[in-house]
């Protein structure tokens, strides 16, 4: 998706586009914003702080690889942001603690990875998550793709049940300050 998609909802219009280097930083904020204010129902302050400093983080292979995308309300403000992947690495960040797997994968026999999906508080419950994931899903296709994963959050997987996704396993993943956090693998066929 190399051209800016222009989206109404709820009485509000939004452009989504692939991400540039230029909005690494409105990324980290939105990031942060997300997490802290609808996530805290699923974690605690310890594992949120945690995640911050190093699973939730923004990701520049997928900026570089242009398969990151943002979607920007009409007053210029990021209002949601998320990509897909076709590298190894299930989630995670450019400051993750676990190893980064850059290697790519093959679409005929690989899993193409749904990867960072976060909306801003001020956004949230208006659909613009699951726009960011059609969009996601449809590059992902348009490259070869016919299976996706994902590394979803607690948050996220009643969400991502809907769309089609079904959890495969959890796992505990290390964080900052001594923390983990628990991501649900899911898949898709498509």
């Known amino acids: 998706m190399r051209r800016i998609q222009a989206l109404t909802l709820l009485g509000m219009d939004f452009k989504l586009r692939v991400a540039k280097t230029e909005d690494v930083a409105e990324i980290a904020a939105l990031i942060d914003a997300s997490v ?24 520049s292979q997928l900026i570089a690889d242009g398969t990151y995308f943002v979607a920007v309300a009409e007053d210029g403000t990021l209002a949601g942001c998320g990509g897909w992947s076709f590298r190894k690495t299930l989630y995670g960040g450019d400051k993750q603690m676990e190893r980064i797997e850059p ?25 613009l998550g699951s726009l960011i994931l059609e969009a996601a899903e449809r590059a992902a296709v348009e490259a070869g793709f016919r299976r996706l994963e994902m590394g979803s959050t607690l948050t996220g997987v009643a969400l991502y049940t809907l769309k089609g996704y079904r959890e495969v396993s959890r796992a505990n993943v290390p964080v900052g300050g001594g923390e983990t956090i628990e991501i649900v693998r899911m898949v898709k066929e498509v």
Not at 41 to 54: F, K, R, S, W
Not at 103 to 127: C, N, S, T, W, Y
């Open 36 to 59: 802290r204010m609808l996530q805290a129902g699923d974690y605690n302050a310890a594992q949120i702080e945690g995640a911050l400093a190093t699973v939730f983080t923004t990701d």
């Open 103 to 127: 290697e790519r994968l093959d679409p005929e026999v690989d899993a193409a990875k749904i990867r960072a999906i976060f909306v801003h508080p001020r956004f949230a419950r208006m659909g």
